[in-house]
């Protein structure tokens, strides 16, 4: 069964308007989430790292006042896309490690009006 | 630093022929693999990992893969391909400090009836 939930599954929103997104572990504790994004017919992206208790560090060229990143409990972090513009349409998939490998959330398709 | 190339963008196989999907390493550090599969619309599973274990490793849905350490190479096999696993797969390296996944492109895989 699934072992990463993310909620919603799917969003659509206007231009402008901000997005939050959840990542759940279930049925274990993550003191580290990541954030990916995927664009069509491309791989992931690595964003963001989620770290319980203190500061998301960000890839390169993420703008961190874009994409806000909460760790608010070891269960959940949570990604918010913020005044979202038609470019930040996209597949958003977290993801939570379990001993050496990492579980992936269903992921969340935001588009954006 | 490290990174993964897998070395073909599409493969198409006729339902009960092999499949082959091949990816190259590089890496600093004696790496951690794995090999995900991603529908459409969905999220990553993981589907076999390499942790400096058995060479060959056995993954579900009858999946396999060997890790050749002279040929920088994970590539992975399964002896009977379904209709089912008509998908995306992704070869990954793991960063054993901190997490962090570096994703190939990704092959797509479309099996013929």
């Known amino acids: 069964g699934a072992v990463v939930s993310q909620h919603p599954s799917r969003v659509i929103c206007k231009s402008g308007t901000s997005v939050k997104i959840e990542c759940r572990s279930l049925?274990?504790?993550?003191?580290?989430m990541f954030w990916y994004r995927q664009f069509p017919k491309k791989s992931l992206m690595l964003m963001a790292t989620?770290?319980?208790?203190?500061?998301?560090?960000?890839e390169q060229g993420v703008e961190k006042d874009k994409f806000l990143i909460n760790h608010a409990s070891l269960t959940l972090s949570t990604l918010t896309v913020t005044s979202a513009h038609p470019e930040d349409s996209s597949f958003y998939i977290c993801?939570?490690?379990?001993?050496?490998?990492?579980?992936f959330g269903p992921g969340t398709r935001l588009t954006v009006l | 630093a490290q990174s993964v190339t897998q070395l073909d963008s599409h493969v198409s196989v006729s339902e009960g022929t092999p499949v082959l999907l091949r990816c190259n390493y590089s890496?600093?550090?004696?790496?951690?693999l794995f090999w995900y599969v991603q529908h459409p619309n969905k999220g990553l599973q993981l589907l076999l990992k390499?942790?400096?274990?058995?060479?060959l490793v056995k993954g579900i849905n009858g999946f396999e893969a060997e890790f050749k350490k002279s040929e920088t190479s994970f590539h992975l096999t399964k002896p009977s391909a379904h209709m089912s696993d008509a998908a995306e797969y992704f070869c990954?390296?793991?960063?054993?400090?901190?997490?962090?996944?570096?994703f190939g492109a990704g092959t797509t895989v479309t099996v013929r009836a």
């Open positions: 390499y942790t400096s274990a058995a060479t």
């Open positions: 989620s770290n319980e208790g203190s500061k998301a560090t960000y």
């Open positions: 990954v390296v793991s960063d054993p400090d901190d997490y962090k996944l570096s």
């Open positions: 890496s600093s550090y004696s790496p951690s």
């Open positions: 049925d274990f504790q993550a003191t580290t």
């Open positions: 993801s939570a490690p379990i001993k050496s490998a990492q579980y």
